[in-house]
């Protein structure tokens, strides 16, 4: 009998076809395999029992960076016969759901041969296999051979052709493959691009970082700005060059000896660390760990993350110290992927170790963190990049969803999946709105698409929007739908979780454009994927200032000061009151009074800035989510007492707990019942609804709230390994756009 065996999934690029040689051959089996556009196809010459025990081996044991889908398993009719079983190269046809790899850290076996001194690779700074190694980054185009990747200008030497061509190699058809002769070469430069000469460059580098020096490197995805993170006078002069006063920085280490002298590390952290992926996670420091107190200053934990390229294994083995690696770019503007991008940035750093492997697709560290054993992503990138998830139902549409404004994310459907790009950031520049549409254009080319819907968010001023009015101005046949941010969040975390039924979201977030046209935030919404209705939310408060109460705490909680005391304000003397000039407060007061750009907001996002500033925490914000990160510092576990609070017309007044917050004399004791009172809040209101209850929006990525919410309601719908911040928005637009029918 003659089957067709069509396998879906991550199977390019991963050794899936050798394997499938080696599996047949073992058999006896005839037949052939290939790539084509689906994934990959095997045709096998088989009796019923033979093919079965060939299926169960694909499922029992696939190689390691593979993912199945679905197999496909079709009886058909003899096309020509097999003398034994081949390997054919790729189609050229273009992708329709096949796979696109992630980028993965060098493998155990690279690894060894990295140290091997007889090994013909040793010490080579892009050692790679089939196993481990570039992907995403280097791709231009599928199918995923080295003719369609930034690998296509290196001529492979002989020994590596040989390599490459002998499916029994673990370098078979490995795309990335080099070595010290044919492979990519590092430079070593000064920032006025002069190259500097040396016998070892790497030992070069390293010498430079160990004397304090800011040296940026070229990575997988993008390029780091490194130093040595022990050491104050390099680590606060980064900060300084960089304009980042205290936003926590990334540490790189060795391995994860050296991440347990950091931090206070579980074995599910530990497994998340040392995963292929490898991405930052968020750990709780040590009280005697060795870095400088510049890293990430004021908080009780670290982001660490092991060495995932062989570059930076060969860096961190001679230096042997822990080293700052942050993302290098201008901050809020994209990740610097080019030479020229880099000696913009040649202010900040003082040497650079380069290389001519080309980065295609910019793909940023990915932050991660675990709580009650669970996964939570902060950035899906490297490493997950670009991320397939499932759509409820298959779809014949052809949608593209451009995310939200901030943490932006695009995505596509096809079939029955989504297709998220890696997180691409704010859109707040020039240079970024660019980048997100590079990133709307890599997607397209990739996988052949063109859309038939786009859907963006409802916010009038989100560039994401104007550039999806754009997209359908310019093809009056694509259709275009605007979703409510809140109800985007939602749906994605049902998406994750595979849930249609009717559910009751709560969707906590900086802002979001509401339905009214005020900034939501703090939104209890009971959904189903045809459409919500808001059952409740935090009473509106006014936004002084607008915008720029985002990044001012002290002007929230100087609102509710007005609520409660009126021009009785004028009197206070508190750490409020006293961060503004008196002609300020009554300038402020009048904006506040005759709603002058004071936008009324329902934001629990804000609300967390409101306690930060009435407890003096922080008045000015440095970063984004700041406040939340200091308050999760104060938490302690053994206050479990909550503030009063009442729900009138679905409405929580926050006036009244910031009222006993202004009371509280202690602000350990304040900020633990207020996380407290946000826990009983959502307890009150699910416990009205028979509803399953499932969370997103950026506030869940407060770890104290995740933990206190998990024990509280057990049973509660969180987005697991995946994202709860604004990233996740283009997934629930994509899902809202299989349903709804109209604007
Ligand atoms: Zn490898
Ligand atoms: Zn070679």
Same mark, same amino acid.
């Given at each position: 009998?003659?089957?067709?065996?069509?396998?879906?999934?991550?199977?390019?690029?991963?050794?899936?076809?050798?394997?499938?040689?080696?599996?047949?051959?073992?058999?006896?089996?005839?037949?052939?395999?290939?790539?084509?556009?689906?994934?990959?196809?095997?045709?096998?010459?088989?009796?019923? =029992?033979?093919?079965?025990?060939?299926?169960?081996?694909?499922?029992?044991?696939?190689?390691?960076?593979?993912?199945?889908?679905?197999?496909?398993?079709?009886?058909?009719?003899?096309?020509?016969?097999?003398?034994?079983?081949?390997?054919?190269?790729?189609?050229?046809?273009?992708?329709?759901?096949? *796979?696109?790899?992630?980028?993965?850290?060098?493998?155990?076996?690279?690894?060894?041969?990295?140290?091997?001194?007889?090994?013909?690779?040793?010490?080579?700074?892009?050692?790679?296999?089939?196993?481990?190694?570039?992907?995403?980054?280097?791709?231009?185009?599928?199918?995923?051979?080295?003719?369609?990747?930034?690998?296509?200008?290196?001529?492979?030497?002989?020994?590596?052709?040989?390599?490459?061509?002998?499916?029994?190699?673990?370098?078979?058809?490995?795309?990335?493959?080099?070595?010290?002769?044919?492979?990519?070469?590092?430079?070593?430069?000064?920032?006025?691009?002069?190259?500097?000469?040396?016998? @070892?460059?790497?030992?070069?580098?390293?010498? #430079?970082?160990?004397?304090?020096?800011?040296?940026?490197?070229?990575?997988?995805?993008?390029? *780091?700005?490194?130093?040595?993170?022990?050491?104050?006078?390099?680590?606060?002069?980064?900060?300084?060059? +960089?304009?980042?006063?205290?936003?926590?920085?990334?540490?790189?280490?060795?391995?994860?000896?050296?991440?347990?002298?950091?931090?206070?590390?579980?074995?599910? =952290?530990?497994?998340?660390?040392?995963?292929?992926?490898?991405?930052?996670?968020?750990?709780? +420091?040590?009280?005697?760990?060795?870095?400088?107190?510049?890293?990430?200053?004021?908080?009780?934990?670290?982001?660490?993350?092991?060495?995932?390229?062989?570059?930076?294994? #060969?860096?961190?083995?001679?230096?042997?110290?822990?080293?700052?690696?942050?993302?290098?770019?201008?901050?809020?503007?994209?990740?610097?992927?080019?030479?020229?991008?880099?000696?913009?940035?040649?202010?900040?750093?003082?040497?650079?170790?380069?290389?001519?492997?080309?980065?295609?697709?910019?793909?940023?560290?990915?932050?991660?963190?675990?709580?009650?054993?669970?996964?939570?992503?902060?950035?899906?990138?490297?490493?997950?990049?670009?991320?397939?998830?499932?759509?409820?139902?298959?779809?014949?549409?052809?949608?593209?969803?451009?995310?939200?404004?901030?943490?932006?994310?695009?995505?596509?459907?096809?079939?029955?999946?989504?297709?998220?790009?890696?997180?691409?950031?704010?859109?707040?520049?020039?240079?970024?709105?660019?980048?997100?549409?590079?990133?709307?254009?890599?997607?397209?080319?990739?996988?052949?698409?063109?859309?038939?819907?786009?859907?963006?968010?409802?916010?009038?001023?989100?560039?994401?929007?104007?550039?999806?009015?754009?997209?359908?101005?310019?093809?009056?046949?694509?259709?275009?739908?605007?979703?409510?941010?809140?109800?985007? *969040?939602?749906?994605?975390?049902?998406?994750?979780?595979?849930?249609?039924?009717?559910?009751?979201?709560?969707?906590?977030?900086?802002?979001?454009?509401?339905?009214?046209?005020?900034?939501?935030?703090?939104?209890?919404?009971?959904?189903?994927?045809?459409?919500?209705?808001?059952?409740?939310?935090?009473?509106?408060?006014?936004?002084?200032?607008?915008?720029?109460?985002?990044?001012?705490?002290?002007?929230?909680?100087?609102?509710? #000061?007005?609520?409660?005391?009126?021009?009785?304000?004028?009197?206070? @003397?508190?750490?409020?009151?006293?961060?503004?000039?008196?002609?300020?407060?009554?300038?402020?007061?009048?904006?506040?009074?005759?709603?002058? @750009?004071?936008?009324?907001?329902?934001?629990?996002?804000?609300?967390?800035?409101?306690?930060?500033?009435?407890?003096?925490?922080?008045?000015?914000?440095?970063?984004?989510?700041?406040?939340?990160?200091?308050?999760?510092?104060?938490?302690? =576990?053994?206050?479990?007492?909550?503030?009063?609070?009442?729900?009138?017309?679905?409405?929580?007044?926050?006036?009244?707990?910031?009222?006993?917050?202004?009371?509280?004399?202690?602000?350990?004791?304040?900020?633990?019942?207020?996380?407290?009172?946000?826990? =009983?809040?959502?307890?009150?209101?699910?416990?009205?609804?028979?509803?399953?209850?499932?969370?997103?929006?950026?506030?869940?990525?407060?770890?104290?709230?995740?933990?206190?919410?998990?024990?509280?309601?057990?049973?509660?719908?969180?987005?697991?390994?995946?994202?709860?911040?604004?990233?996740?928005?283009?997934?629930?637009?994509?899902?809202?756009?299989?349903?709804?029918?109209?604007?």
């Amino acid at each position: 009998m003659f089957y067709s065996i069509e396998i879906r999934g991550v199977v390019q690029g991963v050794g899936f076809r050798p394997f499938i040689y080696n599996l047949a051959a073992s058999s006896g089996l005839k037949g052939q395999v290939s790539n084509n556009g689906y994934g990959v196809l095997i045709l096998l010459d088989a009796c019923q =029992e033979e093919l079965d025990a060939f299926v169960q081996k694909i499922r029992a044991n696939p190689p390691p960076l593979c993912e199945i889908d679905s197999i496909k398993i079709t009886q058909i009719k003899k096309t020509k016969s097999f003398e034994c079983f081949s390997i054919q190269m790729s189609e050229s046809a273009k992708s329709l759901s096949s *796979h696109i790899p992630s980028d993965i850290a060098m493998c155990a076996e690279c690894e060894s041969e990295l140290k091997d001194k007889t090994n013909r690779r040793f010490e080579h700074p892009f050692i790679t296999c089939t196993n481990c190694g570039p992907r995403y980054s280097i791709i231009r185009n599928l199918p995923y051979d080295r003719k369609n990747t930034s690998m296509d200008e290196f001529v492979m030497c002989k020994k590596c052709a040989a390599e490459y061509e002998n499916p029994h190699d673990r370098r078979y058809h490995a795309q990335p493959i080099g070595c010290h002769e044919c492979g990519a070469r590092l430079s070593l430069l000064d920032n006025k691009g002069k190259i500097i000469e040396s016998v @070892n460059i790497i030992d070069k580098a390293v010498e #430079l970082i160990a004397e304090g020096k800011i040296v940026c490197v070229k990575g997988i995805g993008g390029y *780091h700005l490194i130093c040595d993170a022990t050491n104050d006078d390099a680590v606060k002069l980064l900060r300084e060059r +960089k304009k980042r006063p205290s936003k926590p920085f990334g540490v790189m280490v060795e391995d994860i000896d050296v991440a347990k002298k950091i931090a206070i590390i579980n074995a599910k =952290e530990e497994e998340l660390l040392c995963s292929n992926r490898r991405p930052i996670v968020l750990l709780k +420091k040590r009280d005697d760990n060795s870095l400088s107190d510049f890293v990430a200053p004021n908080i009780n934990q670290v982001g660490l993350f092991l060495a995932y390229t062989p570059l930076h294994h #060969l860096i961190l083995q001679r230096l042997n110290t822990p080293i700052v690696a942050t993302s290098a770019n201008i901050s809020d503007e994209p990740l610097c992927t080019t030479y020229d991008d880099i000696m913009k940035l040649r202010g900040i750093w003082d040497y650079c170790l380069e290389h001519n492997r080309e980065i295609l697709n910019s793909c940023d560290d990915s932050v991660a963190f675990v709580e009650n054993e669970k996964v939570f992503m902060l950035r899906n990138a490297r490493g997950y990049a670009p991320l397939y998830l499932r759509l409820p139902q298959t779809t014949s549409k052809k949608i593209l969803s451009l995310g939200a404004n901030q943490k932006s994310t695009v995505a596509i459907t096809v079939e029955d999946s989504v297709i998220l790009s890696p997180y691409i950031g704010d859109l707040g520049s020039l240079s970024s709105i660019n980048h997100f549409k590079s990133h709307i254009e890599t997607l397209k080319r990739i996988y052949d698409f063109t859309p038939d819907v786009v859907v963006c968010d409802k916010h009038p001023n989100y560039e994401s929007t104007k550039y999806a009015k754009e997209l359908v101005a310019q093809n009056q046949e694509v259709e275009l739908l605007q979703v409510q941010h809140h109800y985007a *969040h939602i749906l994605a975390t049902m998406g994750v979780k595979g849930i249609t039924t009717k559910v009751l979201g709560v969707s906590f977030d900086g802002t979001g454009y509401g339905d009214d046209g005020n900034l939501w935030g703090g939104e209890f919404l009971v959904c189903d994927l045809e459409g919500y209705e808001r059952v409740g939310q935090f009473k509106y408060f006014k936004l002084i200032g607008g915008e720029k109460a985002i990044k001012e705490p002290r002007r929230v909680a100087l609102g509710f #000061l007005f609520e409660i005391y009126g021009d009785g304000v004028f009197n206070l @003397n508190n750490p409020i009151t006293n961060s503004f000039s008196a002609a300020e407060i009554k300038t402020l007061y009048t904006a506040y009074k005759n709603g002058l @750009n004071s936008p009324l907001s329902s934001s629990c996002g804000r609300l967390f800035d409101a306690v930060a500033s009435l407890l003096d925490v922080v008045q000015v914000c440095s970063y984004e989510g700041e406040s939340g990160l200091l308050l999760e510092s104060l938490y302690d =576990e053994n206050i479990t007492e909550y503030y009063k609070f009442s729900m009138q017309d679905n409405e929580i007044d926050f006036s009244q707990i910031a009222k006993q917050i202004l009371d509280e004399e202690n602000s350990r004791i304040a900020v633990s019942k207020f996380f407290n009172t946000i826990v =009983e809040i959502i307890y009150l209101v699910q416990k009205k609804y028979d509803l399953p209850l499932v969370l997103s929006g950026g506030v869940f990525q407060n770890r104290v709230l995740l933990r206190l919410i998990m024990k509280k309601i057990p049973d509660v719908i969180l987005p697991e390994s995946f994202v709860s911040n604004d990233a996740s928005i283009a997934y629930g637009q994509a899902i809202a756009a299989l349903n709804l029918k109209t604007l």
